[in-house]
């Protein structure tokens, strides 16, 4: 395993970093919610790490049995233009996504109990999931690179928990500065709730690293 793969994925996993429904649920339960907030909150932000390492466990045993099952007739070529095609469309499809600001309604917690959190936890994936470029972009990266279990295993579980490493980081200075994060959190939140040319700047930089990632096998 090379440092320019760590370095790819560590590029790509602090994308990842700047998902506005996680950041987007943090801030509004530190703004709203007085107590039991830090148990609520670490279920919530476990539920959606749990999620998504799930799906990227799921996807890296399903695309190297694919790829093993198949080598003869895909090889790495094969592979390495698919990359290549969709690092193009990435690439091209960010500079016609609209970059205008557009309010988003975040997901918010309909109840106070852990079953509510857990729920919240599991739309935000279902939310994110679709759009998660970086996060499958890493998955082929290391997928391609054939890495072993014990190898690609902790990058995995690494890459997850610098999702979730924002909004903690948010708790902690809650807990240490009190209502002296008050208004910072609802500056947070005013840009937070507007969309604009995040998705685009992820989309570009994304394609580039795909492109750049296959070019040497075609």
Known sequence: MSLELLGMIGGLALLDMLSPATLGVTVYLLLSEKERIGSRLMIYLGTVAGFYFSAGF??????????????????????????????????????????????????????????????LGFTTFLIEVGMAFPYFAAVGLMTTRNLPVYQWLPILGGYNFMMILPPLVLFVLHVLLG??????LERLRIKLSNTGSALSWIMCIVGLILMLNSVDNL
């Open 58 to 119: 799921v996807l890296m045993l399903g695309l190297d049995a694919l790829l093993s099952a198949f080598s003869s007739i895909l090889e790495n070529r094969f592979i390495s233009w698919t990359m290549m095609v969709i690092g193009a469309a990435l690439f091209t499809a960010s500079f016609f996504y609209p970059k205008g600001k557009k309010r988003t309604d975040l997901p918010r917690p309909k109840s106070k109990s852990k079953a509510s959190m857990v729920a």
């Open 179 to 184: 209502r002296f994060m008050q208004r910072p």
